[in-house]
Antibody, heavy 121, light 113 residues
Framework: QVQLQESGPGLVKPSETLSLTCTVSDGSISIYYWSWIRQPPGKGLEWIGDIYYSGSTNYNPSLKSRVTISVDTSKKQFSLKLSSVTAADTAVYYC???????????????WGQGTLVTVSS | DIVMTQSPDSLAVSLGERATINCKSSQSVLYSSNNKNYLAWYQQKPGQPPKLLIYWASTRESGVPDRFSGSGSGTDFTLSISSLQAEDVAVYYCQQYYTTPLTFGGGTKVEIK
């Protein structure tokens, strides 16, 4: 049963870059899409973007100018960088495996436990 | 972007009674080439990540109790819990995967009356 675990700083200063890593265990990183999704405190879910194991990426247009997602298949890890953060980027950040149908990203399963990142000076 | 609108925002249901959650998409998520609705449902319990319940609008994920069912097509969808149990207290989200950006509904909180 594949498991995902997010890691990274829980506090980031405004205007700096948020960096998180997701480690995949007990499963292959190949074939699937690997996604980042965030949830501001008390609010709903927002898809940030995804990366295919081959390295191709898709980003939410609302964040595209500030987001970079990368993958290291040898370490079974994928990473998120979000630049120029503000308080509005404070959220629980989840990594998740994206299932595919006809080569397209469909639903997410499983999800990591999530990590709270607070943007504050 | 496809906007997903859920209703109600919250509902309180007695144990053993039916809970019904609605999800409406701003455009159809029915893919004509395969006649499938590109919609999933998730359950999020307090302090936990979302858990996949249903995909293709009505297919239960393995291990999900059969009291959970999904229905609907096109732009209007429903998640039903036929006999609410205490462990079903959670926030439920719909998600469309018809097109990027993938988008979620705002969530519906289910509580015990």
């Amino acid at each position: 049963q594949v498991q995902l675990q997010e890691s990274g700083p829980g506090l980031v200063k405004p205007s700096e870059t948020l960096s998180l890593t997701c480690t995949v265990s007990d499963g292959s990183i190949s074939i699937y899409y690997w996604s980042w999704i965030r949830q501001p405190p008390g609010k709903g879910l927002e898809w940030i973007g995804d990366i295919y194991y081959s390295g191709s990426t898709n980003y939410n247009p609302s964040l595209k100018s500030r987001v970079t997602i990368s993958v290291d298949t040898s370490k079974k890890q994928f990473s998120l960088k979000l630049s120029s953060v503000t308080a509005a980027d404070t959220a629980v950040y989840y990594c998740a495996r994206g299932l595919t149908s006809r080569g397209r990203l469909v639903w997410f399963d499983p999800w990591g436990q999530g990590t709270l990142v607070t943007v504050s000076s | 972007d496809i906007v997903m609108t859920q209703s109600p925002d919250s509902l309180a249901v007695s144990l053993g009674e039916r809970a019904t959650i609605n999800c409406k998409s701003s455009q159809s998520v029915l893919y004509s080439s395969n006649n499938k609705n590109y919609l999933a449902w998730y359950q999020q319990k307090p302090g936990q990540p979302p858990k996949l319940l249903i995909y293709w609008a009505s297919t239960r994920e393995s291990g999900v109790p059969d009291r959970f069912s999904g229905s609907g097509s096109g732009t209007d969808f429903t998640l039903s819990i036929s006999s609410l149990q205490a462990e079903d207290v959670a926030v439920y989200y719909c998600q469309q995967y018809y097109t990027t950006p993938l988008t979620f509904g705002g969530g519906t909180k289910v509580e015990i009356k």
